[in-house]
């Protein structure tokens, strides 16, 4: 609150210069006095004076009235609020001051309050200078925005940080930043991305705005601008976690671009950003199997079922070595998948191992398989028609 400190001492030295004319000549050298001790940071022998002269200008309304408010920049200026606040009030209540004076003090009152953590009485003494202020300035607006953003009355607020950014000769971050978090608070996404579309603008090199706007634009259901959005990030260097760059890859992945994610989550694996887990090395195999890219879904599904000995894996490495007909391979993966276990329908994994022993030449074992394949609802009427099939062929 040191800026209340500056703000008092100035209107204290400038007031104090303006009606000089009007107090006796005593009571304006002792003024005097008193505001070039606080001028020095001699704040305990200013009041020490002002406590003296106080007794001599109570009958005379206007010296009365600018001995208080004088006291009021004292105790401001100490980070004495409450007691600042009863010395404006006290001279306020006189209305010996002229209007101008006295609005200035409104204001400076609806700060202290607003320093005190009083928002409704700052509140109450801001409307009161709104009420009769000529012409607000942005700083006062967005003073009014604050107030009653503390006051959680968003209806108010937000009117008030709009007005004032718009009276703004140059862009005031930390205001766009109160309306967007009031507009988050009012759920207003599509309000929200427009200010945060504002935002990148003014503010490109902030990764954390192109994150905002890409999540509201997810928010609202678009999904292609949020990924657009994200592209650019990460085209700008500003993703370099893995929770950023996976989110990313599966932006890719929802909008039915598995290519492209693989291709991002390769590189970003080389270039050490995300790690070679298991988890990740399923999810780079499972990206190259949707793009079609079998060579390069079958090394990174075997990575992933290696450092996982998960049965899904060996399945899915399975059918993908069913499409090059390599039979041998289909047999062992399917072993392997039927032995880490964990599968929802163990029938695939028999099915699998049935057609590649058919293929092979091993009807007989075939038959065993596809008879345990007939245990599981979803493979059974595919293996009774592979054992019919077999049965017909021998006789």
């Known amino acids: ?54 007794p001599r200008v109570r009958k005379n309304g206007y010296e009365y009235a600018t001995v208080m408010q004088t006291y009021g920049f004292a105790y401001a200026a100490q980070e004495q609020y409450r007691k600042a606040i009863k010395a404006f009030n006290e001279s306020l209540n006189t209305e010996a001051l002229p209007d101008q004076v006295q609005q200035s003090m409104r204001y400076n009152l609806a700060q202290l309050y607003a320093a005190a953590n009083d928002w409704k009485s700052a509140a109450r003494a801001y409307e009161q200078w709104l009420a009769s202020a000529e012409k607000p300035s942005a700083d006062s607006y967005a003073f009014g925005a604050t107030i009653y953003a503390q006051l959680k009355d968003y209806k108010k607020a937000i ?25 988050y608070q009012q759920k207003q996404y599509s309000e929200a991305a427009k200010v945060l579309e504002t935002m990148v603008a003014y503010w490109p090199d902030k990764k954390q705005y192109w994150n905002q706007l890409s999540g509201v634009y997810f928010t609202l259901k ?76 079958l090394h990174e599904l075997q990575a992933a079922a290696e450092a996982q000995e998960k049965g899904i894996l060996y399945l899915r490495l399975a059918q993908l070595y069913t499409d090059k007909e390599n039979w041998k ?43 345990k394949a007939l245990k599981y609802k979803k493979s059974k009427h595919q293996a009774g028609q592979w054992i019919r099939h077999i049965k017909t062929e021998g006789s």
């Open 1 to 54: 609150m040191r800026a209340f400190k500056a703000l008092f001492l100035v209107a204290l030295l400038l007031g104090g210069q303006a009606f000089a004319a009007t107090l006796s000549e005593r009571t304006y050298k002792r003024l005097t006095t008193i505001q070039e001790l606080m001028g020095d940071n001699k704040y305990k022998e200013a009041l020490k004076r002002l406590d003296e002269l106080l």
């Open 159 to 183: 009117p008030k940080i709009r007005k004032a950014i718009g009276l703004a000769s140059k862009p005031r971050e930390n205001w766009y930043q109160l309306l967007l978090s009031m507009l």
């Open 222 to 297: 678009k999904n292609r601008r949020a990924l657009a959005v994200l592209e650019l990030a990460h085209k700008q260097g500003f993703l370099k976690k893995e929770r950023e760059l996976m989110n990313l890859v599966n932006m890719y992945l929802l909008q039915g671009i598995p290519y492209k994610a693989a291709k991002i989550l390769d590189a970003e694996m080389k270039a050490g950003r995300i790690p070679r887990t298991g988890k990740n090395l399923q999810k780079l195999g499972e990206a190259w199997m949707r793009a079609k890219e079998t060579d390069e879904a």
């Open 329 to 371: 391979k289909v047999i062992d993966l399917s072993n392997k998948a039927l032995a880490a276990g964990g599968l929802k329908n163990p029938g695939d994994a028999y099915m699998l191992k049935g057609m590649a022993q058919y293929e092979s030449g091993r009807k007989r074992g075939a038959l065993v398989s596809f008879s």
